[in-house]
Structure formats: structure tokens, C-alpha cells
């Protein structure tokens, strides 16, 4: 259910908003090339020159800082601004096979099809429908007032924890779905085509981080080993601090499968604005959150290149207004800070919409 | 350079640049490093033909990547290019130049294509009118099974209309190359002589006698066309001499007619579009057939998603949003104009993907589903 209304529009009034991002989508599609082309391939560049350099740096131990850090980023790179726009097909126009979506994979131990599945299908599909959306919440946190309090919850923060430190390790697991398996909905054997690709992608990723890259570097092995651990981790950092900000801020509505039944194609676009948050900074910034620090845009427009959401951002935001719609947005400490309190909060079982009253605990969940 | 391929394609590398692969980091230092792919540098570009009033023809010279394994004489190469806006075309275009090895230089010899359509750049108007030498073009290794044996036929008939005289034309160089003994006789049609390719050299080939019957044919100018009566009396019994032949589809049917089925014949065809460039505004009536070639099913375009006529007919491609937003059905579109219903945009490519959730076929359509 929302916590953000449209109420005050009428059906016509959500079919026009809808017509209006379709303009404003027709306008950017055939406004694509050049620049659009130019800019992926100097990101890509960039991400190759960095990685080269971050791998050659373990050579020279007191350069071991540098070197972390610029395999971090060419990590952050690839995952972000290259592999998760361009498996979403922002740049299939190309014809450019090293930037198509079907023949892109990733530097991250989850296969590109797996993850292209859940992500592009389900999740920017059914975007923060509750029991449609696994995003909300990954199937292990309690992200959402209407996901029902259960006594495991209580470890909802130590959880979060967990998957920001293994986040990389977390999308890999995503499909497999093991909450369903656990709670007897779905069996292990249902997950046996995932098992091979995963096994693969694994192997090909660890082998190449934490053997042969070490092994290559000799004397300096073990140096090596953890600097590319390091880099690993400070990614899965970044990447699930950015994407916990995209849906989770307060303010964010969700949505129940009754009420996005037989949804119209501006329905569908008002819950696209609605089910995400923007996080304002400055251009580098944008750029190193692979542009989803505009996930307002992105999930309007998802098949766009992200470099275009900042240039449109003003323009959605004004339409907005027009129509009295919320548009969440602001600095990465405000919308962290909220989706912490979030997860701290929902830990607990929820309390009624709160006066001033007594507090008043939620009904017990009937395992 | 064998020691740098070997390093260069060995698994350890792979294992170290995975999941991109070698190519992707050398293609930054250097185009022409490849460990797999296969790309090439303009190194000349020679108009054959420029009559006004007439799209132009000329030979590209391609140095290959060391990757290039060499080619037949007869086969193709797909041949790729970044054309207006960013937009990277792939197209097939026969080889000219005779036999190679891997690693050598080759020609391909091209017309520029009159009816490509006006919003996107053809990839032969590029290559012949505006590619600068030095320009990287992507390729595929060659291929197709249109060459000539390893032993070659005391007597060799080649046919050839129009640009097909391209691969008929590698065969005739590699044969003299070859030092073949034997006989050719080589037929070939063009419009007129100002439009003949290769003139000069054919001139040549003529004239040297080294038992290769030449015959130049412009029909329009009142010379015979060809018939079972004329290849009679230039080739006695030409039904049983192996034949190779090549060109624009009026001549291909009369070749077929003529041969009648004989074993001897080897066929290239065109590959030519049946995209109407101007066609299929939205709200036109839907017309034409969809092909969904794999599956072996045609049925009439009913103005539908070109997923929901799949689904009609019984098929049950993969899919997901329904929406165009997800990619799951992306499909091979290897003939006709479609038009996206979220843009509106139309395209008329030939082996193109689409979301065929989105796509509404505005001519007939072949799918590779």
C-alpha cells in the first residue's frame, strides 16, 4: 500500500502523465548517438585503465593503497555505469557486440543471465509490488511495513550487515530463492539449471582474484590476495549502499498485487516514480553509482542510456510537480540515514500509524 | 608473431582477463591487436566504375587483423562499420581479390547501394563514397561454400551478372594464380559497357589467350541473353560442365532454367532486402506474411505484436515484461520493416534484434524463431 497518494488525480489525469513520458522518451531515442556512443567508451577505457593499473601496482608493495583503490573502482565501473546499464540494453542500438546486452558479463561472481532475469525482468516489472518484487527486501530483510513481523526478523540489521560485506555473493544467490526453498514453496531440484552457470562464473572469479593474479604477482602473493579481496568488498559496499538508497528511503510506496491488477501504462509509470528515490551530488558521484543515483529516471526509463538521466532529471521533476507527485530525493547521507532507520525500525513488529498514544504492538505473525 | 597469438590465445590469459577476454583490453591499446576477433584497415579504396547518374562501384583494399584466416576464392566476409550515429551495420559482401592466407591483404569490391534508406547510412555508400583509408571495419573470418574445388576441372564455366562478378572474379584470378591448365568460359552480364567492373583487367585476360573464353553481355544493347540455346552453342554440353554462377535474381532463375537441375551448377545468391524503405507508418493496414523461420510457420500479418502473432500461430518464444523494457524476447529479425510501438520509429535492416513484444511487422517479416 502506498505511503505516497495520487489520489488527487483523476484516470485521465495518470494516462496524460503517462503520454508525457512517453514524449519525453521518444525524444531521447532519437536524440541517441555520438555522445551517447563516445561517453560508454570512454567509461569503458577508463574502467580497463584502471583495472590494468590497480593489478600491475601489487607488484610494487608501498603502492598497495593505490592499488586497491584502483581496482575498486574499475570494479565499481564495471558493475555500475558499464555492466548493469549496459545489460539493461541502454546501448544495444550500438550494434557494438563488446556493449550488447546479451553478450555482456559482468566482473562479479553472478552470472549476467541470471541476474539480467531477475533484475530486468522481475524487478523493474513488478518494481515494489509486495510478493512480486524480490528486491524488496532480497527475500531476507524486512524492508516493507506490510512484509509481516516474524521473531527472525529481529536480526534485520545483522543481516543487512551481512549482505552489504557479501553483497556480490548475495545477487549471485538471489535466484535460487532459498527463503521459498526453506519455507517449503518451492525445491531445491526447481534451482537445478541455475547450478551450472553459477559454478562457472564462480570459478572463473575466484580462480582469477585469488589464485592466479596473486600466483602472477609471486613474492608479493599474499599482499595481492587481500588487496583484491579489499577491492571486492569496498564494491559490495558501494554497490548495496547505493542500490539500498534507490527503493528503501522512507517516503518510498509500495504496492500490493490488487491494486497494480490490469495496470494502464501511465499506472505503470506513476509506480515507477513512486517505488524509487534519487540521491542528489555532484557529477563524479553520479557517475560512480553507474548514474541509479538518478533511480527515478532509470526505472522510468530503463533501456535509456543512465548518462541522459541527470540532462532529463529537471524535466521529470517539473512534470511532477505539475501533477502533485512526490519526487524523493536528496544527499546520500539523508536517504542512508533513512534507510537505516528502516531497517533498525522494521526489526521490530510495526506499530500502528502513531498519535500520541500508547504504543501499540503488531499482531504476533502466525508461523 | 606465432609466440604472441600462442600467448595471446592461451587459457591462462583468458583465465586472467575473464569474463571480458583478451580482446577487449587490446582493442584499447591498438584496433589492430586481435587474440579472436577479426578487424581490418582501409589501406586503399579504387573506384571501378563512375558513370553519373549511377551509384559507383569500387574495390576496398583490407589489411587484415593477423587473426584473418585466409579465404577461398568465391566465399564472403561480413563486413561491419560505424555509419550514422554511432550505429555499427553489418553486411555481407563477396571477396575480389584471389585466394589468401591468413593474415594477408584482400579486396573487396562493392556498388554503392542506391536504395538504402535515407535516415540510416548504408554500409557500401560509406565504404565506397566517404571512408577514409585507415578506417577499422569489424569482420567476421570468410565464409560460404560457393568456392571451387581443391582439384580444379579441366573446364570451368562461371557465370556472373551485375556486382556478382565479385566472387566469379576472385575464382578467375585465383585460377590464372593457379596456373590452371584447362578451360574457362566466362560469361558476364552488365548494363551497359561503361558499367562493366573490372574492365581493364578482363580486357587483359582476354586478350592473353591463356584459354579463357571471355564474353562481356549487355543485353540492353542487343546482345543475346542468356538461354539454353546460347550456352549450347558457346559451351557444347554445358549441362555436365561444372558451372559457377552469381548474380541478380532474373539471371539466377534463367540460369536455373537452363541447367535444369544439373549437379554440375554452384549458386550464390544476393542477399537482397525486401524492405520497402519508405513503408509502414503507423495506422498503414497491416499486410504481407510473418515467417518464423525456424519453426517452419507463416501466417498472414494480422497488425499484432510480432509476440502475440507468434503466440497465435501456436509458437512459444521466451518472454517476460511484455513491455519492451526487459530484453527477454529479444528475437533475430532477418527480413522486413517493423515498427517499434513505443517510438514509433521503423526499421527495415535485414538481420536486426528486436523486442518483438514491441514490434509490429509493417511489411512481410521473416523472424529466426
Known sequence: ?367 | MGLAQTLLRSRALEALTSPHGVDRYLEIANPMWAAREVRARVVDVRREVDVPGHPPVATITLQPTSTWRGHRAGQHVQLGVEVAGARRTTRVFSISSPDSRAGDRFTVTMRANPDAPRDRQSVSRYLVERAPVGTVVHLSQAQGEFVLPNRVPDHVVLISGGSGITPVMSMLRSLQRRTHRGRVTFLHYAQSPDHQIFAAELDEVRRSGWGIDVHLLHPELGDPALSPAYLERLVPGYRDVPTWACGPAPLMSAVHAAYDGSEALHVEYFKLGTARPDGGAAGEPADGTVSFARSGVDVGNDGGTLLEQAEAAGLAPESGCRMGICLTCTTRKTEGTVRNVLTGETSSQPDEDIRICVSVPCTSTALDL
Open chain 1, 1 to 367: 500500500m502506498s505511503t505516497s497518494t495520487f489520489d488527487h488525480l483523476t484516470p485521465e489525469q495518470i494516462e496524460e502523465f503517462g503520454e508525457e513520458m512517453d514524449a519525453l522518451r521518444q525524444r531521447l531515442v532519437a536524440d541517441l548517438g555520438e555522445a551517447d556512443a563516445a561517453y560508454i567508451r570512454t567509461v569503458v577505457k577508463r574502467q580497463r585503465q584502471l583495472e590494468i593499473a590497480g593489478r600491475a601496482l601489487f607488484y610494487l608493495p608501498p603502492a598497495w593503497p593505490a592499488a586497491v583503490a584502483a581496482l575498486s573502482l574499475s570494479k565499481i565501473f564495471d558493475n555500475m555505469e558499464i555492466g548493469h546499464n549496459v545489460m539493461h540494453g541502454q546501448y544495444d542500438w550500438m550494434g557494438d557486440p563488446g556493449l550488447n546486452s546479451r553478450m555482456y558479463e559482468w566482473d562479479t561472481v553472478c552470472p549476467s543471465e541470471q541476474w539480467k532475469y531477475s533484475h530486468n525482468y522481475i524487478h523493474h516489472t513488478f518494481t515494489n509490488i509486495l510478493g512480486k518484487d524480490r528486491d524488496i527486501g532480497y527475500g531476507i530483510l524486512r524492508m516493507d511495513e506490510d512484509q509481516q513481523w516474524r521473531p527472525y526478523y529481529l536480526g534485520n540489521p545483522v543481516y543487512a550487515f551481512l549482505l552489504m560485506v557479501f553483497f556480490e555473493w548475495g545477487v549471485l544467490l538471489h535466484d535460487l530463492e532459498v527463503e521459498r526453498i526453506a519455507a517449503g514453496e518451492k525445491t531445491w531440484a526447481e534451482t537445478k539449471h541455475l547450478h551450472r552457470g553459477m559454478l562457472r562464473k564462480v570459478r572463473n572469479q575466484t580462480l582469477k582474484d585469488y589464485l592466479l593474479f596473486p600466483a602472477v604477482t609471486g613474492p608479493f602473493f599474499v599482499p595481492t590476495l587481500i588487496g583484491n579481496a579489499t577491492a571486492n568488498l569496498v564494491r559490495n559496499v558501494w554497490a548495496f549502499n547505493i542500490i539500498f538508497c534507490g527503493h528503501f528511503p522512507s517516503g518510498v510506496a509500495t504496492f500490493s498485487r490488487e491494486e497494480t491488477e490490469d495496470e494502464t501504462r501511465g499506472q505503470w509509470y506513476l509506480r515507477q516514480l513512486l517505488g524509487s528515490a534519487n540521491i542528489t551530488g555532484s557529477r563524479l558521484f553520479h557517475v560512480m553509482t553507474g548514474n541509479l543515483s538518478h533511480q527515478i529516471e532509470h526505472h522510468l526509463f530503463p533501456d535509456l542510456p543512465a548518462r541522459r538521466y541527470p540532462e532529463i532529471a529537471p524535466e521529470v521533476r517539473e512534470i511532477c510537480e505539475r501533477y502533485g507527485l512526490a519526487y524523493n530525493t536528496g544527499p546520500l547521507r539523508k536517504q542512508l540515514g533513512s534507510v537505516a532507520r528502516k531497517i533498525l525500525r522494521l526489526a521490530l513488529p510495526t506499530r500502528t500509524p502513531s498519535y500520541d498514544g500508547p504504543e501499540v504492538v503488531g499482531e504476533p505473525a502466525a508461523a
